[in-house]
């Protein structure tokens, strides 16, 4: 809240020393109960002025709060008054600047809390990326099924399942070779015998 806004509830509330038609006991009371601080008995000024002095030392929100309990209070007791004609423009300004105020309010925790919403989505998807794992070898290691960690392992593919052509020649080729040599085998038994037949006919 900026100088120009505070001294417009100012002139509102502080009429010469005085706040509204508080008494000093009853402006203490009024002010501890809003922000727990009893302003007279806190600076030991009048009351407007230890309105002013809280006002220039206080966080936005305090003043705020303040100022929106003491508009409160105006408009049930005191703003209906005949001889408050001539404040209604002034009130009509510092009602505004609450209005204001907390429509940015409003708007700011609005951001933060999409803000916050899409952090927390952003961690839920990084946390099902890094548990399922679909297309890497046809595995889904760790994945989290009802409070339950499952753990699926397809069947390895095979050289033979990958390349079933050059694995088919490979062992027809290996059986060749093996009918081969038992033909060879048989054919010099052969061989022998008909040696043995010249010599010892």
Same mark, same amino acid.
């Given at each position: 809240?900026?100088?120009?806004?505070?001294?417009?509830?100012?002139?509102?509330?502080?009429?010469?020393?005085?706040?509204?038609?508080?008494?000093?006991?009853?402006?203490?009371?009024?002010?501890?109960?809003?922000?727990?601080?009893?302003?007279?008995?806190?600076?030991?000024? /009048? $009351?407007? &002025?230890?309105? %002013?002095?809280?006002?220039?030392?206080?966080? +936005?929100?305090?003043?705020?709060?303040?100022? #929106?309990?003491?508009?409160?209070?105006?408009?049930?007791?005191?703003?209906?008054?005949?001889?408050?004609?001539?404040?209604?423009?002034?009130?009509?300004?510092?009602?505004?600047?609450?209005?204001?105020?907390?429509?940015?309010?409003?708007?700011?925790?609005?951001?933060?809390?999409? /803000? $916050?919403? &899409?952090?927390? %989505?952003?961690?839920?998807?990084?946390?099902? +990326?890094?548990?399922?794992?679909?297309?890497? #070898?046809?595995?889904?290691?760790?994945?989290?099924?009802?409070?339950?960690?499952?753990?699926?392992?397809?069947?390895?593919?095979?050289?033979?399942?990958?390349?079933?052509?050059?694995?088919?020649?490979?062992?027809?080729?290996?059986?060749?070779?093996?009918?081969?040599?038992?033909?060879?085998?048989?054919?010099?038994? %052969?061989?022998?015998?008909?040696?043995?037949?010249?010599?010892?006919?």
């Amino acid at each position: 809240m900026n100088q120009t806004q505070k001294e417009c509830f100012f002139h509102l509330f502080n009429r010469r020393g005085y706040v509204l038609d508080f008494s000093t006991e009853g402006f203490d009371r009024f002010t501890q109960e809003s922000i727990g601080v009893p302003l007279c008995k806190k600076f030991g000024l /009048s $009351k407007g &002025k230890s309105l %002013e002095a809280f006002c220039w030392d206080a966080s +936005d929100e305090d003043v705020l709060k303040l100022f #929106n309990d003491l508009l409160e209070y105006y408009e049930l007791n005191i703003k209906d008054l005949p001889n408050e004609v001539e404040y209604i423009p002034l009130y009509n300004k510092c009602k505004k600047v609450i209005v204001d105020i907390k429509m940015k309010t409003d708007s700011h925790t609005c951001i933060d809390n999409s /803000s $916050k919403q &899409k952090k927390i %989505e952003k961690a839920e998807v990084t946390y099902i +990326d890094n548990s399922i794992h679909i297309g890497n #070898n046809n595995q889904i290691r760790d994945t989290d099924i009802n409070g339950t960690k499952t753990s699926i392992n397809e069947e390895k593919t095979t050289f033979a399942n990958k390349h079933p052509i050059i694995t088919g020649l490979i062992v027809s080729g290996i059986a060749g070779l093996v009918v081969g040599f038992l033909f060879l085998f048989s054919f010099w038994k %052969e061989i022998v015998k008909w040696i043995e037949g010249l010599f010892y006919g």
